[in-house]
T-cell receptor, first 113, second 112 residues
Framework: GENVEQHPSTLSVQEGDSAVIKCTYS??????FPWYKQELGKRPQLIID?????GEKKDQRIAVTLNKTAKHFSLHITETQPEDSAVYFC????????????FGPGTRLSVLP | DVKVTQSSRYLVKRTGEKVFLECVQD?????MFWYRQDPGLGLRLIYF???????EKGDIPEGYSVSREKKERFSLILESASTNQTSMYLCASRRDTTYGYTFGSGTRLTVV
């Protein structure tokens, strides 16, 4: 079936360093890719998204890149801070999945002070 | 801001009980979803609804049913709760298929 792979499953970085999380998807018709951040005990919140007509989108310290040919997209966080520590989920909108999102399994990011 | 409200934050139920989890959104969203979240398994879709009185099965519908009598409310029903349904349940809504989800705060259900 359709799926979204996400790597790494855990990531530890020093405060101030960059973090990169990568996802791959299987449906070449996918055209919308959101990223969610879930802090401990809280709801997942949309932090950035990208549509298939662009290759990169930035919002302050976070950016997302999309390579449609290779069917992968990545989240980049620069100048990481302790409050960036959370679980991050990527998702891909799949036409062949009832027009719903399939989520990656998540990446637990720890930013060490 | 869109608000998606789940009626209970924590719930403890006994095996065999019928359990209702309620979700209400206040932005006239068409689409609503129920997920369960378990460590190592991520978010798994249980049921979704694109309109009033409409429902579709997700990946893991067994043991669950849903009801959408009004646009703003989407209920998840555990017909006869079992211990393997102990989980975090997340409701989500979106305006339509071109938008991302807004999630509720979740209901942590424990079945004993």
């Amino acid at each position: 079936g359709e799926n979204v792979e996400q790597h790494p499953s855990t990531l530890s970085v020093q405060e101030g360093d960059s973090a990169v999380i990568k996802c791959t998807y299987s449906d070449s018709a996918s055209n919308y890719f959101p990223w969610y951040k879930q802090e401990l005990g809280k709801r997942p919140q949309l932090i950035i998204d990208i549509r298939s007509n662009v290759g990169e989108k930035k919002d302050q310290r976070i950016a997302v890149t999309l390579n449609k040919t290779a069917k992968h997209f990545s989240l980049h966080i620069t100048e990481t801070q302790p409050e960036d520590s959370a679980v991050y989920f990527c998702a891909a909108y799949l036409h062949n999945y009832g027009q719903n999102f399939v989520f990656g399994p998540g990446t637990r990011l720890s930013v060490l002070p | 801001d869109v608000k998606v409200t789940q009626s209970s934050r924590y719930l403890v139920k006994r095996t065999g009980e019928k359990v209702f989890l309620e979700c209400v959104q206040d932005m006239d969203h068409e689409n609503m979803f129920w997920y369960r979240q378990d460590p190592g398994l991520g978010l798994r879709l249980i049921y979704f609804s694109y309109d009033v009185k409409m429902k579709e099965k997700g990946d893991i519908p067994e043991g669950y049913s849903v009801s959408r009598e009004k646009k703003e409310r989407f209920s998840l029903i555990l017909e006869s709760a079992s211990t393997n349904q102990t989980s975090m349940y997340l409701c989500a809504s979106r305006r339509d298929t071109t938008y991302g989800y807004t999630f509720g705060s979740g209901t942590r259900l424990t079945v004993v």
